[in-house]
Nanobody
């Protein structure tokens, strides 16, 4: 059974940076396309970005394009999210999950970690 553990969140000022990590336990990580999603209070969970199993293809929501970078280390079974130029509207709980190869913006399974909180102060 796959387990996901997110970390790296925190409180940062507008314009600051954070790097999130998601460690994946179980399954064959190198075969998974991985994605980051976020959920702000009172809002639905939304897609942020995703990366192919090899790392060769990435896809970003328009709201984070040019500011966020997703990467992965298949040797460490970990996917990362580098977030720069953070804005108050980026405040949310961030989750990683396995996504569909055919549609990066959709989770393949209903498997989620506990998430990591990102708060951007104005």
């Amino acid at each position: 059974q796959v387990q996901l553990v997110e970390s790296g969140g925190g409180l940062v000022q507008t314009g600051g940076s954070l790097r999130l990590s998601c460690a994946v336990f179980g399954g064959t990580f190198s075969l998974f396309a991985m994605g980051w999603f976020r959920q702000a209070p009172g809002k639905e969970r939304e897609f942020v970005c995703a990366i192919s199993y090899s790392g060769g293809t990435t896809y970003y929501a328009d709201s984070v394009k040019g500011r966020f970078t997703i990467s992965r280390d298949n040797a460490k079974n970990t996917v990362y999210l580098q977030m720069n130029s953070l804005k108050p509207e980026d405040t949310a709980t961030y989750y990683c999950t396995i996504v569909l190869d055919s549609d990066f913006a959709r989770p393949e399974y209903d498997i989620w970690g506990q998430g990591t909180q990102v708060t951007v102060s104005s």
